[in-house]
């Protein structure tokens, strides 16, 4: 989009705090989203996620903060507009179809006067058309989320959000509706907030990603930036996969038991730095475990083969594990000693040491 | 079989046959002793019938048409409709209190909203007639008068009292089972709370609403103690009337039965055609909850002050009368502990009976599922349909007429009244443990070398037997605060709680009341207890 008005913001969060009997589920909570964009709030259960989705449909009230949409403030400032005044549609993780109300009715509920072209028009954007009379419990998982998708469409509302639309859904299912509903969404044109709890779910389907935890946001960016970069340590354990390995700053880099990472390898580490006890993130595909040459870096503690590739879990000397990812070609056994590599070709992420006793 | 022996010895050919033999004559024999039990059972109705048939026909069509039937029919009509549309108008606003706001205590007021279902209505209507009948208590208040509580518009007030828990636990049930995103859904698709609840909440809710409504509706028009004591014309009571005036009944009473069971009817028609709508899904949506503000002492007051009326009012009615003695005493409604005891005897032989016939038919419908199984289990259910004072009237009939050795002579005749009216009730909770028994259960049994009978004692009947026991309790106090049959069907001279109550209106000296009716309140509270305890609480 290059229009002025893609670079507007659709949804504003402004310092907003809920709690429920003093026990904060959501605080001091500000983002933005742009116009046409795909948020998705990644976070562990209870992280305040769904909350936060709440209080954007004005089923909650935020204690403080504001709430706008399109630019008009609906909550705070001691006025909240009613949920059915907000121009936003919810897709509620059980989808919440109405059961006693065909397809058709469903779609045309948020509609003025039974407007049936709109109706045609979802039933044709879902691929539901031939499935307009049949009642919700006629239909399958995954054309149950399509319908709830259509029929928060259809009133063409200016922020459209998503409550864990896949956790309903087999395994098999999710991926593909993962990619089916974000070209609904796209084709619609709709600022979409999804909220989730996996990882791979929030990274795939997003334009950007906001890791909560304990009520709050602890990084709001692009997947890959998320992903490679992550700002603290719990964001890069949530996003998995994660092994710490640690080291001290000297003049050129980090020492590790790995040998040397040179500081252009590290994300925005300086030679201020030096003498600082820090911990690099290392992930599988980071690290290639190899056959060891002369006193080898670690011991194989256990393997796990997930058809396309092997994972090896790594214990070094000072008891710090690594995760090296291989092809499945390569094979160790539980036991045998090698040599780790890291394959720097991004900087590697870096955290001050934790003190474990 | 041997001891010892290493290998399983597989049956042979004629062993198999013998074994489906057995098994063939051992159903058919439970199946005989079904049918025998269920025909036992509808066999008072028959007696109706028969009755009815004896009056001329003229004169039969002549008593139907009549004035007198056309103002019964009404009243009868009247008080169902009036008693189900007040019991939706309180039970459904109810429902709602208590699931979807933020009332404190809901769980207190829950059970506040349901305990008027397990006072019988005509205790609750002696306490109102006694302090607010013509002669009461009370006729004025604060120099304002009164209305009055008596007659159909008393008997509308009283069971719809007493019978709208039914109307606020099936919706509450709804409203608990529904998913309460369905309302927020609606809410966020541009609708108002008001079109939100109209279009959504109640569509979903309303085969709730309507199973309890029926309830109510046949309660409402098969109770016989509350009109009674009111002095409304409805056919529960005019058929006791007529029974009561002419001693040896005619055939009137059969014909006013024999509508009031066709009205009973139209309303199990409409209920099977209602039937169960379980579409609801059972979603555990942490959906919002309507805050009450300042409203929510408005609407404790409400809850407080219906269970004042319904539970405090009685209870403190009959406690006063005990601590007063004006007016000439009565040496025959002087309470005796007698009285409690013969109540107690009585329904411990129904609660046994029940349980014994209920156990073969119960066991057949549950282990065979075919058409006739059903239709005998079915049969037993006439109780459930059938007024009490129907079948009252069916015994006093069948005693008169054929069985006068039995008639109001011993309490076998009055214990067969009780058994076809609440088997239903043990044959219910009896088959539905008969159900949870696996095939594999028994099949387990028999391969592990017990005998078919030994397979019944020593694997199903343990199985069974809570079933069985909670069968008997809900028989006992039931039968307990029976009212109709006992009255209709007493041996002579065998005084209970409940015949004392009667006694104690019909002469007016409500003080002698107190003391049964507190007892059968206190029988009421425990089943209740049991009640809950049987279906794991109030959620």
Not at chain 2, 283 to 292: V, Y
Not at chain 2, 406 to 415: A, E
Not at chain 2, 486 to 498: D, Q, Y
Request: charged share 20%.
């Amino acid at each position: 989009m290059s229009t002025a008005v893609a670079s507007e913001n659709v949804l504003e969060l402004d310092c907003v705090t809920k709690t429920y009997g003093g026990e904060p589920a959501v605080e001091n909570l500000s983002l933005e989203v742009r116009d046409g964009e795909f948020l998705a709030l990644l976070g562990p259960s209870g992280c305040g996620k769904t909350t936060t989705l709440r209080l954007v449909a004005g089923l909650e009230t935020p204690d403080l903060g504001e709430v706008r949409i399109a630019g008009s403030s609906v909550a705070g400032q001691g006025k909240t507009v009613k949920p059915e005044e907000r121009d936003v549609g919810l897709v509620f993780q059980e989808f919440a179809l109405f059961p006693h109300m065909t397809v058709e009715e469903n779609i045309a509920f948020g509609l003025e006067d039974d407007d049936n072209g709109r109706v045609d028009e979802m039933l044709e954007l879902v691929g539901l058309e031939g499935h307009r009379d049949k009642k919700p419990d006629q239909l399958s998982g995954g054309q149950r989320q399509r319908v709830a998708l259509a029929r928060s469409l259809a009133p063409e509302p200016e922020v459209l959000l998503l409550d864990e639309p896949f956790s309903n859904l087999d395994v098999s299912l999710r991926v593909r509706m993962r990619e089916e509903v974000r070209r609904i969404v796209k084709e619609a044109g709709v600022t979409t907030v999804t909220v989730t709890h996996d990882q791979e779910e929030a990274l795939s389907i997003s334009d950007r990603v906001g890791v909560m935890r304990d009520g709050r946001l602890e990084q709001v960016g692009r997947p890959e930036e998320v992903f490679q970069t992550p700002e603290s340590r719990f964001v890069a354990d949530f996003l998995g996969h994660a092994s710490f390995v640690s080291g001290k700053v000297d003049e050129d880099g980090v020492s590790t038991p790995l040998g040397k990472v040179g500081m252009a390898n590290v994300e925005g580490l300086t030679p201020a730095y030096e003498g600082a006890e820090v911990d690099l993130l290392v992930r599988p595909d980071d690290a290639t475990a190899l056959p060891p040459d002369g006193e080898a870096d670690g011991r194989i503690i256990h393997r796990r083969y997930d058809g396309p590739s092997f994972t090896y879990r790594v214990e070094l000397p000072n008891g710090d594990t690594v995760h090296c990812m291989h092809n499945h070609t390569e094979s160790f056994e539980i036991g045998d000693e090698v040599d780790v590599r890291l394959e720097l070709d991004h900087p590697l992420a870096w955290y001050p040491a934790e003190n474990t006793a | 079989m041997r001891r010892g022996e290493d290998t399983v010895r597989l049956p042979t050919r004629d062993e198999i046959r013998k074994r489906l033999r057995e098994a063939n004559t051992a159903r058919a024999g439970l199946a005989a002793l079904s049918a025998v039990l269920a025909l036992l059972i509808v066999s008072p109705m028959l007696w109706i019938v028969w009755e009815a048939s004896t009056v001329e026909t003229p004169r039969a069509y002549e008593l139907v048409v009549s004035s007198q039937t056309a103002s019964i029919t009404a009243n009868s009509i009247a008080l169902m409709l009036a008693v189900t549309f007040f019991s939706i108008l309180l039970g459904v606003p109810l429902a709602f209190l208590t699931t979807r706001t933020d009332l404190p205590h809901p769980r207190f007021w829950t059970v506040v909203a349901a305990l008027p279902l397990v006072i019988p209505s005509y205790i609750g209507a002696i306490a109102f007639v006694s302090m607010f009948g013509s002669g009461g208590e009370f006729d004025t208040f604060l120099g304002v008068s009164l209305p009055r509580v008596e007659g159909l518009s008393g008997a509308i007030f009283v069971i719809t009292l007493y019978t709208y828990p039914y109307v606020f636990l099936t919706t509450r049930a709804a409203l608990v089972s529904v998913d309460s995103s369905l309302f927020d859904a609606a809410r966020t698709l541009n609708r108002g709370p008001v079109e939100s609840f109209r279009r959504v909440t109640l569509p979903t809710i309303r085969p709730g609403i309507a199973a309890g409504a029926l309830l109510a509706a046949l309660y409402a028009v098969s109770d016989f103690g509350t009109p009674a004591f009111m002095q409304a014309s409805v056919f529960t009571s005019m058929i006791y009337w007529e029974f009561e005036n002419y001693n040896t009944p005619v055939g009137y009473a059969a014909l006013l039965a024999l509508q009031l069971v066709a009205i009973v009817a139209v309303v199990l028609v409409i209920e099977a055609g209602i039937g169960r709508d379980e579409d609801a899904s059972g979603g555990e949506g942490e959906g919002s909850i309507i805050r009450l503000g300042r409203w929510k002492w408005a609407a404790m007051g409400f809850v407080g002050l219906l269970g004042v009326v319904t539970l405090v009012v009685p209870v403190a009615v009959f406690t006063v009368w005990i601590f007063r003695s004006e007016g000439d005493r009565i040496p025959a409604l002087e309470f005796h502990p007698e009285f409690a005891f013969n109540s107690v005897y009585l329904a411990l032989l129904a609660a046994v009976v029940a349980c014994l016939f209920a156990l073969p038919v119960a066991y057949y419908s549950g282990r065979a599922n075919s058409f006739v199984s059903r239709v005998l289990e079915r049969a037993t259910y006439v109780g459930f349909a059938v007024p009490g004072v129907v079948i009252g009237l069916a015994l006093v009939f069948l005693g008169l007429n054929t069985l006068p050795s039995l008639y109001r002579q011993g309490v076998w005749l009055l214990v067969f009244g009780y058994v076809v009216r609440f088997l239903p009730q043990a044959v219910g909770t009896v088959r539905s443990s008969v159900l949870q028994i696996d095939d594999s259960t028994i099949e387990a049994a028999r391969t592990l070398n017990a005998g078919r009978l030994e397979t019944f004692r020593r694997v199903t009947l343990p199985m069974i037997a809570p079933g069985m026991v909670a069968g008997a309790i809900l028989v006992f106090l039931t039968t307990i605060k029976e009212l109709p049959i006992t009255l209709m069907v007493r041996p002579i001279g065998m005084e209970t709680l409940v015949i004392k109550v009667w006694q104690a209106h019909d002469a007016l000296a409500y003080r002698y009341a107190a003391i049964p009716a507190l007892l059968l309140i206190l029988i009421s509270g425990l089943s209740m207890l049991v009640l809950l305890r049987q279906e794991g609480g109030i959620r």
